[in-house]
């Protein structure tokens, strides 16, 4: 996996509750066995006119005019700020592949669903939650100003504008550890085997009809 | 010291603690389907791992499978590879698997406890939000990434931090015909889609308690609609007459020495939760989405609302948004919204008794003429199998509607199973988002009875009434 140290980026809004998965990444790009090459399928019935499959050219797909990340301006951003509830819905991890793979490395919202959430930190992108009041300066400034980029630190735990605001974000020890190092958890699991085959021996004595 | 249920079963199953609080969870179950397994096999592969347990997890394809002609196979090419990697990746590891041909395939909410492989007390994930399904037979069950089904598939083990606790009680007696479902919808409506964000949440009360399995089933499993990490209901007789003689459940002495032990499975009387809510029964009508969100509900006798009357600028927002997409029109009474298609099926309510509830509502009735397409679709090969011995295929048949093989169908949409733009939909399926179950279609969220009242009248009625 990928690290998350900083990241200083241009930033694109999503200025709507409730974003769900389907609408992320839909569900006919679910049928690739793959982990990458979703990104320019993220949003489709929202990016595109026309309906999507796996495995199109996109680049002389019919983009909607007024779907905000087909604008010009937010072409190169990595950083998403949006609003509560980012990423309801199902527990496909297409959805944090297909932002990924369009780019962005951190999400920024009141709230996210808690399997998106969980699923963000395995893939190397930074969820980050602010409040209501916080999210709103974010989305005055990126109206107000073209090119409007942020600095996230994720050692410091700061979001920072370049008008000298900073807030801070609270992140659990262990993801944070496991982001800043990049580190494949499955391999930090695997280094308690022991505890595992001891818990399981025991486990196996009180509910044998599990085994 | 008094436990929760959730504290009882997740403290039978903490392998360490971390400094953080986080704990090393130990997995009794894995449930696996095609969708969101193959990018786990892969790094399994890649990683040269083996799975740590293979009799832990079984696994059938039931997503993109087709619910008609199977003896042609699967014709749409990139679903049949997705389906033979599941097929290939299980005989490589040596994972069970229910195939395409096996009568126990299914949509794997219903085959798990259909076969017995769910049993109290477990802790069961699956790469899938609605898992939180087999919360009704007192086990944690919770919807995973495809990172963690790796993570499972390698260690039996995953990384968790405890979540808040709520308690949902729903007091009284159901009035008759309302299920489950009207149970699940009304409380989301009244909690919204992200009311049980952080929580596990345990439903409790007399109106719990008298629900069949089946019911509580469909409970738990839209908790993943209201935000939850997951639902369960605490075990009863209900719950251990259900498990009792299943394929995969103990036997002989290990029964009894199980039954012993899922005695202990509820709250005591004493556990403090972080949250209660109550609710009555009394007050609970058949439901009908009528938006984008599994929130945007009502009582069937209610009318589109109006986004002026909206509690903030952000619900107002999202109800017109809501509003264009489904084409309604604020102030038009649900009983008025007409339909071109019926879904009845899903792991929500894809079981048995679902399509004895829905097939006594068109009994010796026809469908409507502006119903392009009716569906039955049971939720596995042996609901198929039984539905048929009681002669219930019949009745849809003969009432107009098409008796499908078991899958997902068109919950969502992934097979040949989907709404055209525009078309509108009575779905007993678990979400009504734009685009699921086919771009531009408008799915309408309601329980079978109400599905199938709706497909012979060919609009939304209030089964209250309906003779
Ligand atoms: S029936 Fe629908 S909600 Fe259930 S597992 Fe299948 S696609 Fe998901």
Redesign the interface.
């Known amino acids: 996996m990928q690290a998350f140290t900083t990241l200083k980026a241009l930033v694109a809004p999503m200025d709507?509750?409730?974003i769900?998965t389907?609408?992320i990444i839909?569900?006919?790009f679910?049928?690739?066995?793959?982990?990458t090459g979703y990104g320019p399928f993220l949003f489709d019935?929202w990016r595109y006119e026309d309906?999507g499959e796996?495995?199109m050219d996109c680049s002389n797909r019919p983009k909607r005019a007024d779907f905000v990340l087909n604008q010009k301006r937010f072409q190169a951003a990595q950083i998403l700020i949006t609003?509560?509830?980012f990423g309801?819905?199902?527990?496909?991890?297409h959805a944090?592949w297909a932002i990924l793979d369009a780019g962005f490395s951190c999400v920024i919202a009141p709230?996210f669903?808690?399997?998106f959430y969980?699923?963000c930190f395995?893939?190397g992108i930074l969820p980050i939650v602010l409040d209501d009041a916080a999210m709103d300066v974010l989305f005055d400034a990126c109206a107000a100003n073209d090119g409007f980029t942020l600095q996230i630190d994720l050692a410091a735990q700061t979001v920072s504008l370049a008008s000298g605001v900073v807030f801070t974000f609270e992140v659990?020890?262990?993801r944070k550890h496991c982001l800043l190092n990049g580190l494949?958890?499955?391999a930090l699991?695997?280094a308690?085997t022991d505890?595992?085959r001891s818990?399981?021996q025991e486990?196996k004595r009180?509910?044998?009809?599990?085994? | 010291m008094a436990k929760t249920l959730f504290e009882k079963v997740w403290d039978?199953?903490v392998?360490?603690k971390?400094?953080?609080g986080?704990v090393?969870l130990?997995i009794?179950r894995q449930l696996v389907h095609e969708?969101?397994s193959?990018?786990a096999f892969?790094?399994l592969r890649l990683?040269g791992?083996k799975p740590?347990?293979v009799?832990a997890s079984v696994a059938t394809p039931d997503?993109?499978v087709p619910t008609n002609n199977r003896d042609q196979g699967i014709t749409d090419p990139?679903?049949r590879?997705?389906v033979e990697?599941l097929d290939a990746n299980c005989a490589e590891f040596g994972i069970t698997e229910f195939g395409l041909g096996d009568i126990r395939q299914g949509v794997v909410h219903v085959m798990g406890p259909e076969q017995g492989l769910i049993?109290p007390?477990?802790t069961v994930v699956c790469?899938?939000?609605h898992?939180s399904t087999h919360g009704a037979f007192g086990a944690i069950a919770m919807?995973?990434?495809?990172?963690?089904v790796?993570?499972v598939l390698?260690?039996?083990?995953l990384?968790q931090?405890q979540p808040k606790s709520m308690r949902i009680r729903v007091e009284g007696t159901l009035p008759a015909g309302m299920t489950g479902k009207d149970v699940a919808l009304y409380i989301i409506g009244k909690i919204g889609?992200?009311g049980g964000?952080?929580y596990a949440i345990e439903f409790a009360g007399s109106a719990i308690r008298a629900l069949s399995m089946e019911g509580r089933m469909s409970l738990c499993n839209m908790t993943i609609e209201a935000?939850a990490?997951c639902g369960m209901i605490a075990v009863d007789d209900v719950t251990i007459a259900y498990v009792k003689g299943r394929p995969y459940a103990?036997a002989g002495d290990?029964?009894l020495?199980?039954r012993e032990?899922w005695v202990d499975l509820h709250s005591d009387a004493d556990a403090v939760f972080d949250k209660e809510l109550q609710f009555n029964a009394e007050d609970i009508a058949p439901q009908v989405s009528w938006g984008t969100?599994p929130e945007m509900v009502l009582p069937i006798t209610a009318s589109v609302p109006d986004p002026q009357h909206a509690r903030d600028d952000?619900q107002s927002?999202?109800w017109s948004r809501a509003l264009v997409y489904m084409d309604l029109k604020a102030g038009t009474p649900l009983q008025e919204i007409t339909i071109d298609k019926v879904f009845i099926g899903s792991c929500t309510n894809g079981r048995i008794e679902d399509f004895r509830e829905a097939a006594a509502m068109v009994k010796g009735k026809s469908v409507a003429g502006n119903i392009k397409l009716a569906m039955a679709v049971p939720g596995s090969g042996l609901v198929k199998q039984q539905a048929e011995a009681e002669g219930l295929d019949e009745v849809f048949r003969q009432a107009g509607f098409e008796w499908r093989d078991p899958g997902c169908s068109m919950c969502?949409?992934?097979n040949a199973d989907r709404l055209e733009p525009g078309e509108r939909c009575a779905s007993t399926s678990n979400?009504n988002?734009?685009?699921?179950q086919g771009?531009g279609g408008r799915t309408h969220l309601v329980s079978p009875a109400m599905a199938a009242a709706a497909a012979i009248a060919g609009h939304f009625v209030d089964i209250r009434d309906w003779s």
């Open positions: 709507r509750a409730n769900d389907d609408a839909p569900k006919q679910l049928k690739s066995i793959k982990r019935e309906h796996p495995g609003r509560e509830n309801c819905g199902s527990s496909r991890e944090p709230s669903a808690d399997i969980n699923n395995k893939n659990d020890d262990f494949d958890d499955i699991t695997l308690q505890s595992i818990y399981e486990h009180q509910a044998p009809w599990l085994f | 039978q199953h392998v360490t971390n400094d953080d986080s090393l130990y009794d969708v969101t193959p990018q892969e790094g990683a791992r740590w347990r009799n997503h993109n990139v679903s590879a997705q990697a049993l007390g477990m790469g899938d939000s898992t919807g995973i990434g495809t990172s963690e790796e993570h390698a260690s039996q083990c990384i931090k889609t992200a964000t952080g935000g990490r103990p290990a029964w020495q199980a032990a969100s952000v927002d999202g969502l949409a992934m979400r988002f734009e685009g699921r771009m």
